[in-house]
Nanobody
Framework: EVQLVESGGGLVQAGGSLRLSCAASGFTFDDYAIGWFRQAPGKEREGVSCISSSDGSTYYADSVKGRFTISSDNAKNTVYLQMNSLKPEDTAVYYC?????????????WGQGTQVTVSS
């Protein structure tokens, strides 16, 4: 059974940093792409970042480029999202998701989410 567990959310002041973790189990980690998504109250879910298992490519939404960094520790089956220079508009529930195809396209498994709140 594929399981994804996010952690690392919390309350931080604008300009601060947080590191989210996505611990994965139940599948061959190296074969999957892992993405981060977020959903703010009253808004649609949006893709934030993704790391592809096929070639290690990384992708970022324009709104987080230069501030967020995605990385993977295959030995720990964990993907991280380092978030710097946080803004109040980054406030949302952050989810990680897995794409068995490895190309950051079709995410079939999701975690339960972790809340990130950025105060102004």
């Amino acid at each position: 059974e594929v399981q994804l567990v996010e952690s690392g959310g919390g309350l931080v002041q604008a300009g601060g940093s947080l590191r989210l973790s996505c611990a994965a189990s139940g599948f061959t980690f190296d074969d999957y792409a892992i993405g981060w998504f977020r959903q703010a109250p009253g808004k649609e879910r949006e893709g934030v970042s993704c790391i592809s298992s096929s070639d290690g490519s990384t992708y970022y939404a324009d709104s987080v480029k230069g501030r967020f960094t995605i990385s993977s520790d295959n030995a720990k089956n964990t993907v991280y999202l380092q978030m710097n220079s946080l803004k109040p508009e980054d406030t949302a529930v952050y989810y990680c998701a897995a794409d068995s195809g490895g190309y950051c396209v079709d995410f079939g498994s999701w975690g339960q989410g972790t809340q990130v709140t950025v105060s102004s």
